[in-house]
């Protein structure tokens, strides 16, 4: 045996279950394609949320600010995190309701969120002009990190003090089977042998888990941001905003603002319609989706319009049927593990997330019921219906608790 975890992907999800497995005491070894965060990791907008639809991704993105404040004291590399806070805006009485809906049901599940006036919204958001009717939530947990490289800098930084091999250049290109179960992977290189095996592939996560003869119900979906060049209409101690009825979310970034969001008809891209040499770099980007959701806030962040592009960027996200993580181990594949199923949190809940599966794979049982989670939980999907949930839960990415209840 050359390894006890193979971890197949050096995103965010990958390293940290790298990371767990090698605190557990594992020896581990990661095989990137590419070089390490250089897919959707590397450009994320770096945003944590503690306000979640359900309690267990509640916890589990608490769980991940909590390890990415104190990443020094238990990983021992540094870490920057802007403990910025947010608010969530809603601008239409609907969109009151439901923020309303998140704040009684984020509170019970013990999150710090509390309603915020006008003169808060005001006073503390310099680059969001509100018209008065604004509703709004004020999350202090909630932080950042300003450029997503430097969490993947830390995990990598932290698993190779810890003895983990991060192989990058280096593609997967077979996972072996031996009477019924996992033993390893190939890469283009050379065979290695492992009785654990997790696919943390990002978009490329079918693919690899077609390796093994297994079917993941993820559909990967384009998701973009873009930074405007500096301007004094942001204060770089801003907190991060959300408006969810228009789908945005906004933070300070290099002197300027970022500005994100949800279009309501998404792209959907499978690398396995690509040629095979497909990377994110190849992704058509559309400056035009991200210009119709700034103009929708055109009135309350200027900057958003006004200032020129710097920087614009996209990525996959691995959208599932319900919008919750696909992390656990693969049905009827002992050995064969997943981490993803991001639906657009995987960056921020990945600490949390690394150090559940790594529990899970190093005692043989996970340390809370990660159930509803499951790799296995949709039964037998076809792909028309995967893509179509999966475009529904990207549409509905602020606001699905109010289109299923409304
Ligand atoms: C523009 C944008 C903004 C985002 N903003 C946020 C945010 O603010 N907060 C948040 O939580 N999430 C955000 N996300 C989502 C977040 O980026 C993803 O959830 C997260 O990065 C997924 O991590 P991953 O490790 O699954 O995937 P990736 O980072 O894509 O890593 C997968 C790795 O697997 C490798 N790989 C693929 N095939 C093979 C193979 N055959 N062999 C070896 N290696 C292979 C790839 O090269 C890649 O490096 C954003 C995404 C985008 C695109």
Known sequence: MDADVVV???????????LHCALAGRSVVVVERHTAGSQASGRAAGLFK????????????RRSIAKAMTFADWAGTPLAVASSGSFLIARTP???????HELAQSRSWGVDVRQATPV???ELLSYYQPAGDDFALWCPEDVYIDEPVTFIRACTTACQRLGVVVAEHEPVIGISVKAGRVAGVETERRSIAAP???DAAGGWVRQVAELAGASLPVAPVRHQLLI??????????DPIARVVDAAVYLRPARGGLMVGGFEPEPLPLDPRDQPAAFTTDDLPLDLGVLRHLTDQVAAEVPAAVTTPVAEHRGGLFTMSPDGRFVTGPVPDLPGLWVA????????SSSLALGEALASWITTGSPAQDMTALSPGRFGVLPDDAL???GLWQYAHYYDSVLQVTA
């Open 228 to 237: 405007t060049a500096p301007t004094a209409q942001v204060d770089p101690g």
């Open 120 to 122: 808060q919204l005001a």
């Open 50 to 61: 503690s306000v979640q639809a359900d309690e267990l991704r509640t916890r589990l993105a």
């Open 340 to 347: 993803s199923g991001c639906n657009g949190s995987g960056f």
């Open 94 to 100: 609907r969109h009151r309701r439901y923020l309303e």
């Open 387 to 389: 893509v179509s949930r």
């Open 8 to 18: 197949i992907g050096a995103g965010a999800l990958g390293l940290s279950t790298a």
């Open 196 to 198: 654990v095996v997790v």
